[in-house]
């Protein structure tokens, strides 16, 4: 069976890349803020249920791009020959409110790629595409102009949004001794993001401006991890590892070309293009993250961890973006919880929380994000070619952004994450007898 799905997964894989850049289509105002809402922790599904954490907690079956150290194998400790590929999907349902007012809307798409690798023992390489922010709104405000004979005309302002910022990553991991290791991630950033505004009296065309704004530079994110297992029950056979990892992520040479487009649009929805009125050139500057996390580990039963997380994102600065954002952090923490059966098959059972300030100030008030997480791996096929078995693996997100004062938007959500991970021999020495 899984001779089959392997090939089955790089056909699939050629039509995900092409695909990769789609929109969940999803409303979400606050994503016209900078450079939209950021996705940029490289969880994956495993990492998400157990409510974000990854810095230090490491489980082999899974591929951990949070930390590249985390890739590595450990000299004596685990000797992992097998090449790991996911594939992820997300779905979301957000539901905005005022004081007056609420919607509902929901959609869906595909969220990342990944696959890694062994080189030797101690040393391991992965590469992965996803998403590092996305900008997908609709806003509109309508209200009247009073003239000198008091007969008012309806005035509507439209603003829209769409796009968002990738990141192509490949990462090192190696192990230096039986409890270190490091890591090295670099990452392609790309992509494109548009705003539109419009203004116009009801029933007429209107006019506006758009705003596309093209980035692309390279960041870099090294890591270390360290670990010590302790057997304090060989009878039983108890072992626990303690855990703590470091990462902090830049970006340097990023490019942001900007092109400034007046626009004409007819009542039916056609645009028509006036002029260009701004082509150049500039630089952005993104901030560093620095990320700390720490894990206990009961083997093969439990695992625990948290992490914290910080960007400077008040010394954000890009072409064409005025927005004033505030220095963010996160609070992230998580378990996971193993089945019955103790082995390759096994259930795994995840839980967490997570609490952020966000880089988001409107109103003289900076949002905050809480969100509760589950998670599960499902395994399913039979043991071939692999120890292995793959997974099927889920995460539940619930979150609430923003709120009621200061006449914000309550944004509450709920984020549903698929993802398969194959586990399959590559690199077997045949043996003739």
Same mark, same amino acid.
């Given at each position: 069976?899984?001779?089959?799905?392997?090939?089955?997964? =790089?056909?699939?894989?050629?039509?995900?890349?092409?695909?990769?850049?789609?929109?969940?289509?999803? /409303?979400?105002?606050?994503?016209?803020? *900078?450079?939209?809402?950021?996705?940029?922790?490289?969880?994956?599904?495993?990492?998400?249920?157990?409510?974000?954490?990854?810095? @230090?907690?490491? /489980?082999?079956?899974?591929? /951990?791009?949070?930390?590249? @150290?985390?890739?590595?194998?450990?000299?004596?400790?685990?000797?992992?020959?097998?090449?790991?590929?996911?594939?992820?999907?997300?779905?979301?349902?957000?539901?905005?409110?005022?004081?007056?007012?609420?919607?509902?809307?929901?959609?869906?798409?595909?969220?990342?790629?990944?696959?890694?690798?062994?080189?030797?023992?101690?040393?391991?390489?992965?590469?992965?595409?996803?998403? =590092?922010?996305?900008?997908?709104?609709?806003?509109?405000?309508?209200?009247?102009?009073?003239?000198?004979?008091?007969?008012? @005309?309806?005035?509507?302002? !439209?603003?829209?949004?769409?796009?968002?910022?990738?990141?192509?990553?490949?990462?090192?991991?190696? &192990?230096?001794?039986?409890?270190?290791?490091?890591?090295?991630?670099?990452?392609?950033?790309?992509?494109?993001?548009?705003?539109?505004?419009?203004?116009?009296?009801?029933?007429?065309?209107?006019? &506006?401006?758009?705003?596309?704004?093209?980035?692309?530079?390279?960041?870099?994110?090294?890591?270390?991890?360290?670990?010590?297992?302790?057997?304090?029950?060989?009878?039983?056979?108890?072992?626990?590892?303690?855990?703590?990892?470091?990462?902090?992520? =830049?970006?340097?040479?990023?490019?942001?070309?900007?092109?400034? !487009?007046?626009?004409?649009?007819?009542?039916?929805?056609?645009?028509?293009?006036?002029?260009?009125?701004?082509?150049?050139?500039?630089?952005?500057?993104?901030?560093?993250?620095?990320?700390?996390?720490?894990?206990?580990?009961?083997?093969?039963?439990?695992?625990?961890?948290?992490?914290?997380?910080?960007?400077?994102?008040?010394?954000?600065?890009?072409?064409?973006?005025?927005?004033?954002?505030?220095?963010?952090?996160?609070?992230?923490? &998580?378990?996971?919880?193993?089945?019955?059966?103790?082995?390759?098959?096994?259930?795994?059972?995840?839980? *967490?929380?997570?609490?952020?300030?966000?880089?988001?100030?409107?109103?003289?008030?900076?949002?905050?994000?809480?969100?509760?997480?589950?998670?599960?791996?499902?395994? +399913?096929?039979? +043991?071939?070619?692999?120890?292995?078995?793959?997974?099927?693996?889920?995460?539940?997100?619930?979150?609430?952004?923003?709120?009621?004062?200061?006449?914000?938007?309550?944004?509450?959500?709920?984020?549903?994450?698929?993802?398969?991970?194959? /586990?399959?021999?590559?690199?077997?020495?045949?043996?003739?007898?």
């Amino acid at each position: 069976m899984l001779k089959y799905l392997k090939y089955t997964f =790089f056909v699939v894989s050629i039509f995900i890349v092409e695909q990769a850049l789609g929109q969940t289509n999803v /409303n979400s105002p606050y994503s016209r803020i *900078g450079i939209g809402d950021l996705q940029t922790s490289n969880g994956l599904t495993r990492n998400i249920g157990m409510g974000g954490i990854g810095v @230090a907690s490491r /489980n082999p079956h899974f591929i /951990n791009l949070i930390n590249p @150290a985390l890739l590595a194998n450990y000299r004596d400790v685990w000797q992992d020959s097998t090449v790991k590929y996911e594939v992820g999907f997300i779905g979301i349902a957000r539901r905005l409110s005022t004081k007056a007012s609420s919607e509902t809307d929901v959609g869906a798409n595909i969220n990342y790629l990944a696959l890694a690798f062994p080189v030797n023992k101690t040393w391991a390489i992965s590469a992965g595409l996803m998403p =590092f922010s996305s900008v997908d709104h609709s806003l509109s405000h309508t209200f009247i102009i009073q003239d000198s004979t008091s007969s008012g @005309a309806t005035v509507r302002n !439209t603003y829209t949004g769409s796009g968002g910022l990738y990141q192509a990553v490949i990462s090192n991991g190696v &192990g230096i001794t039986r409890n270190i290791s490091v890591g090295l991630e670099a990452s392609y950033l790309f992509g494109n993001i548009t705003n539109e505004s419009f203004a116009s009296v009801i029933s007429t065309e209107e006019t &506006g401006v758009r705003d596309r704004l093209a980035y692309k530079g390279f960041g870099f994110k090294p890591g270390v991890s360290f670990r010590k297992a302790q057997l304090l029950d060989s009878i039983r056979g108890k072992t626990f590892v303690y855990s703590a990892g470091f990462t902090y992520q =830049f970006y340097t040479g990023v490019n942001a070309d900007r092109e400034l !487009t007046l626009l004409t649009q007819l009542p039916g929805g056609l645009s028509t293009f006036d002029s260009v009125i701004v082509d150049s050139r500039g630089k952005a500057k993104l901030p560093g993250t620095y990320r700390v996390g720490f894990n206990f580990e009961s083997v093969s039963r439990i695992s625990v961890g948290a992490d914290f997380s910080f960007s400077n994102w008040s010394q954000f600065s890009s072409p064409g973006i005025s927005d004033t954002l505030k220095d963010s952090y996160a609070i992230n923490v &998580g378990a996971e919880i193993y089945g019955k059966n103790k082995q390759a098959g096994t259930k795994l059972y995840r839980v *967490g929380v997570m609490y952020a300030k966000t880089p988001i100030f409107l109103n003289g008030k900076q949002l905050n994000d809480i969100a509760f997480t589950l998670g599960t791996s499902l395994p +399913f096929g039979e +043991f071939r070619s692999s120890p292995i078995l793959p997974k099927i693996n889920l995460a539940l997100v619930f979150g609430q952004r923003g709120t009621f004062q200061n006449g914000l938007i309550k944004d509450q959500y709920l984020k549903a994450y698929i993802s398969a991970t194959i /586990n399959d021999k590559w690199f077997a020495r045949r043996r003739i007898q």
